[in-house]
């Protein structure tokens, strides 16, 4: 009988040993599950307000790229619309940052008067997007939603109204961001 005391004694201890064991893997495997999704957790929301803080940075030396362009472009369109002239200042808001993949320059009633690149071949044509003709009527610094543009991609819309001196409202500058 002794003997069977003996095993009986090994065997809850060994059973003992085996369910601490198999109980602290479970609770070590728990809080290290737990701790690694709280981790990628606070990673991903650090990661975001960077990217968004980024984003608004971009979007806001866009507008104002876009903003001293305006005051450029007002003597331009008042005095006769020079395209020659409006077409270097297209194309030097397209190729000097590289930011925005079109430029155009349109006047208050929506004819384009000035794009880049010249590939497009929107000249004289009426602005006839939904959120271009919003810009148009808003008279204020624009950013659009993402929308679908003739050619299938999803592009952003960034303008800024063209005023002269006088505060008459002469057109648009603006971009498009894919």
Do not use: C, W
Not at 39 to 65: G, H, P, W
Not at 109 to 138: C, F, R, W, Y
């Amino acid at each position: 009988m002794s003997l069977k005391l003996k095993y009986l004694i090994l065997a809850v201890a060994m059973l003992s040993i085996l369910l601490t064991f198999f109980s602290s893997t479970l609770s070590g495997y728990r809080m290290n599950k737990q701790n690694l999704i709280e981790s990628t957790i606070e990673t991903n929301r650090v990661y975001a307000q960077k990217l968004s803080n980024t984003t608004n940075m971009f979007f806001s030396m866009t507008m104002q790229t876009l903003q001293y362009s305006s005051e450029m472009l007002a003597p331009l369109i008042k005095d006769g619309r020079d395209s020659a002239l409006l077409l270097t200042e297209a194309n030097r808001l397209k190729y000097q940052t590289d930011t925005l993949n079109s430029i155009i320059i349109a006047a208050a009633d929506g004819e384009i008067l000035a794009a880049s690149p010249q590939t497009l071949d929107l000249v004289g044509k009426m602005i006839d997007s939904k959120e271009g003709k919003q810009a148009l009527s808003e008279q204020r610094p624009f950013i659009s939603n993402p929308y679908q543009s003739m050619t299938g991609r999803f592009i952003i819309f960034i303008s800024h109204p063209i005023f002269d001196d006088e505060g008459t409202y002469m057109g648009i500058v603006g971009g498009s961001i894919i």
